[in-house]
Nanobody, 115 residues
Framework: QVQLVESGGGLVQAGQSLRLSCAYSGSISSFGTMGWYRQAPGKQREKVAIINRGGDTIYEEFVKGRFTISRDNAKNSVYLQMNSLKAEDTAVYYC?????????WGQGTQVTVSS
């Protein structure tokens, strides 16, 4: 069974930073490309950034230049450094595999940015 545990969220002001962490466990062969996703109130969950085991990354346009995804394969962890946060970044953030997210999803971590 896959376990995904996100942490690091909080309440910050616009322009500040947060670093999210995700610890994953389960079948190691399942964890190739990992991604961060987010879901804002009343909206569908969307992909934010992805990273493969070699460290190659792809970002959605709305976070390019502000967010950095990284991973530590030895620790089965993936991270999201979020700088220059905006009110529109407010959402619950989740990690999961890409392109086929595993179920169940983790509980996510709430990020709230006040303007």
């Amino acid at each position: 069974q896959v376990q995904l545990v996100e942490s690091g969220g909080g309440l910050v002001q616009a322009g500040q930073s947060l670093r999210l962490s995700c610890a994953y466990s389960g079948s190691i062969s399942s964890f190739g490309t990992m991604g961060w996703y987010r879901q804002a109130p009343g909206k569908q969950r969307e992909k934010v950034a992805i990273i493969n085991r070699g460290g190659d990354t792809i970002y959605e346009e709305f976070v390019k230049g502000r967010f950095t995804i990284s991973r530590d394969n030895a620790k089965n962890s993936v991270y999201l450094q979020m700088n220059s946060l905006k009110a529109e970044d407010t959402a619950v953030y989740y990690c999961n595999t890409f392109p086929d997210p595993r179920t169940p999803w983790g509980q996510g971590t709430q990020v709230t940015v006040s303007s």
